[in-house]
Nanobody
Framework: QVQLVESGGGLVQPGGSLRLSCAAS????????MSWYRQASGQERELVAI????????NYADSVKGRFTISRDNTKNTVYLQMNSLKPEDTAVYYC?????????WGQGTQVTVSS
C-alpha cells in the first residue's frame, strides 16, 4: 500500500524556519522523483521544489529560491523541505508528491502558517 506521510508543519513567525518531512512506503522510493507542492486558501496548487531520484538535481519556484531547500534520504525513504526566512505568503497546505513515469502519489498535506 502506497503511503506518503507528512510532518513538521505548524505555526511560525515571519523570518522563522520549519523543516517538513515526508516518509514514503509501499513503492521503490529511490526510483521516484519527489516534489513539494503547496496550496494556499482559495488558490491553485503550485509546485515549490523538485528533487531527482538520486538527489543530485533540484529545482525551485522563483518565490522560494534561496530560502527553501529540498533534500532526500533514500536510506530512510524520506524527502525533506527546509524552509527558512518564512513569509506570510508562504502560508499554505504543503503536499509531497512521488512520480515515476506515469505514476503519481500524493501525501495528505501539512499546514504551514506564517504569522505574527
Amino acid at each position: 500500500q502506497v503511503q506518503l506521510v507528512e510532518s513538521g508543519g505548524g505555526l511560525v513567525q515571519p523570518g522563522g524556519s520549519l523543516r517538513l518531512s515526508c516518509a514514503a512506503s509501499g513503492f521503490t522510493f529511490s526510483t521516484y522523483t519527489m516534489s513539494w507542492y503547496r496550496q494556499a486558501s482559495g488558490q491553485e496548487r503550485e509546485l515549490v521544489a523538485i528533487i531527482a531520484s538520486a538527489g543530485g538535481n533540484t529545482n525551485y519556484a522563483d518565490s522560494v529560491k534561496g530560502r527553501f531547500t529540498i533534500s532526500r534520504d533514500n536510506t530512510k525513504n524520506t524527502v525533506y523541505l527546509q524552509m527558512n526566512s518564512l513569509k506570510p505568503e508562504d502560508t499554505a497546505v504543503y503536499y509531497c508528491k512521488a512520480r515515476f513515469q506515469f505514476n503519481d502519489y500524493w501525501g495528505q498535506g501539512t499546514q504551514v502558517t506564517v504569522s505574527s
